[in-house]
Nanobody, 115 residues
Framework: QVQLVESGGGLVQPGGSLRLSCTAS????????MAWYRQAPGKDRELVAH???????NFADSVKGRFTISRDNAKNTVYLQMNSLQPEDTAVYYC?????????WGQGTQVTVSS
């Protein structure tokens, strides 16, 4: 069982930055691929960024060049650095941990981009 706790969300003006963190319980963090998803009101949950166990990354087209994802296996933590935020980035952001057998979700953290 893996528990994920997100933090770092909040209110930011357009063009601003936020860094989300997701810390996992347990001792097998390095064996999980990690990802950030988001869900805006009235929309489906969508993949934002993914980082594999080996460190390779993938991003949604809408955030390429603005967001980066990284992981610190020693701290059981994955980060999402979000720059040049726009109102359309407003959503609840969820952390996900997955291997070939199972996936886990965090409770989500709200990101609101507004002037």
């Amino acid at each position: 069982q893996v528990q994920l706790v997100e933090s770092g969300g909040g209110l930011v003006q357009p063009g601003g930055s936020l860094r989300l963190s997701c810390t996992a319980s347990g001792s097998f963090f390095r064996r999980y691929a990690m990802a950030w998803y988001r869900q805006a009101p009235g929309k489906d949950r969508e993949l934002v960024a993914h980082i594999a166990t080996g460190g390779s990354t993938n991003f949604a087209d809408s955030v390429k060049g603005r967001f980066t994802i990284s992981r610190d296996n020693a701290k059981n933590t994955v980060y999402l650095q979000m720059n040049s935020l726009q109102p359309e980035d407003t959503a609840v952001y969820y952390c996900n941990a997955a291997n070939s057998l199972v996936g886990y979700w965090g409770q989500g953290t709200q990101v609101t981009v507004s002037s």
